[in-house]
């Protein structure tokens, strides 16, 4: 079941960049191997895109807790990631009833349904991530995964 959004959807051509693809952008180390994913996305963090509330304490999480980055250097990434991205977008009561709707129709955990439910009220046509099936369609927004090889 589909609700019905109020938001009016443009034709917006950026994609909604999950929270993988800030981890590889921001916080990997390239000497670590990966150099590849690292940037791709980096490339796509630099073309910008929309990121929400969620995808952002999703990365602070990771950032402070896997990589030990200080506040200050979160801060900074932070700061970095806006100004490619944009505010990030809120979290809505209306999106999460659509991610409710989605986790039951699609068996989403409901995390992945609200980076959904979000993407989908910003009107994004493409989710980069590398959570979801590649090249699944959702309610008409296709999800890539920019580093699955061909």
């Known amino acids: 079941m589909r609700i019905n959004l109020t938001a009016t959807k443009s034709t917006m051509t950026r994609p909604f960049l999950d929270t993988n693809l800030l981890v590889y952008a921001a916080l ?8 590849e ?13 929309i990121v929400s509330v969620q995808v952002l304490n999703e990365f602070i999480d990771l950032a402070r807790r896997k990589f030990k980055q200080d506040w200050r250097q979160v801060r900074n990434l932070l700061r970095a990631i806006e100004l490619s991205c944009g505010s990030a977008l809120p979290l809505t009561a209306e999106a999460q009833r659509l991610a409710v709707e989605l986790a039951v129709g699609h068996k989403f ?28 369609k959702i309610e008409g927004m296709r999800v890539e995964n920019p580093f699955r090889r061909p």
């Open 28 to 35: 990997q180390d390239k000497s670590d191997g990966g150099s």
């Open 109 to 136: 955990r409901i995390y992945d349904a609200m980076i959904v439910a979000t993407a989908l009220d910003a009107g994004c046509d493409v989710l980069y991530s590398e959570d979801f099936q590649h090249g699944r």
């Open 37 to 49: 994913r690292i940037e791709k996305a980096q490339t796509l963090l630099t073309n910008g895109g």
